[in-house]
Each structure stands twice: as structure tokens, then as C-alpha cells.
């Protein structure tokens, strides 16, 4: 299994920038693409964005495409997203965890608590 702590978070003025940090112990980040997902109040988990485990292959839903950049650092175990032009509807707690084509992969573990990212108008 494998530990998330992610971080980063915060309160942003529309247009703003942040960077999410997730870092992760275990076997399992070394060898599984990596993903972020977010929820926000009221609606289920989404994807946001991935990363192949040798970090030559990203994914990126749609609406985050152009404005986020997720990376990952293997010597360090680390998987960050930077996340430019951020709008309201960016708003939510954003979660990492190994991931598999756009899904979290089943029987990861626990998810971490998460960082609370809230845009103001």
C-alpha cells in the first residue's frame, strides 16, 4: 500500500496560481502512473490529471487542459500539479493517488486528507 500526504493548498483570487504537492511512501508509487482528483461539496471525485510512472505520458481532463501541469518526482517521491489561471469552478479538495487510465487504482490504500483549494471571484 501506499501513504499520501498531500499539500499546497489554499485560498486564491481568480486567475491565481498554486502548487499541489503529494507525497507518497511505498513500493507502489515507484512502479504506478499518478493521478489527481478532486471533489468538490456536494459532487463526486473527479480526475484532473495524470502522470505514467516514467513521467513521459500526461493526461488532463478537459477542463484543466492548458492551465494545470502535473510532474512527478521519482527520486524524491513526489508528485506535484501546478495549477495556473484558476477559476471558481477549480475550487475543491484535491486528492493524489496511483491511478490507472483516468480511475484511482483499486486497492491503493487509503486516500490521504487531501488540500482545500478555494478561488475567490
Request: charged content about 20%; proline content about 3%.
Amino acid at each position: 500500500q501506499v501513504q499520501l500526504t498531500e499539500s499546497g493548498g489554499g485560498l486564491v483570487q481568480t486567475g491565481g496560481s498554486l502548487r499541489l504537492s503529494c507525497a507518497a511512501s511505498g513500493r507502489t508509487f515507484s512502479t504506478s502512473a499518478m493521478g489527481w482528483f478532486r471533489q468538490a461539496p456536494g459532487k463526486e471525485r473527479e480526475f484532473v490529471a495524470a502522470i505514467s510512472w516514467t513521467g513521459a505520458n500526461t493526461d488532463y481532463a478537459d477542463s484543466v487542459k492548458g492551465r494545470f501541469t502535473i510532474s512527478r518526482d521519482k527520486a524524491k517521491n513526489t508528485v506535484s500539479l501546478q495549477m495556473n489561471a484558476l477559476k471558481p469552478e477549480d475550487a475543491a479538495d484535491y486528492y493524489c493517488a496511483p491511478s490507472l487510465g483516468r480511475n484511482p487504482l483499486s486497492s491503493f490504500g487509503s486516500w490521504g486528507q487531501g488540500t482545500r483549494v478555494t478561488v475567490s471571484a
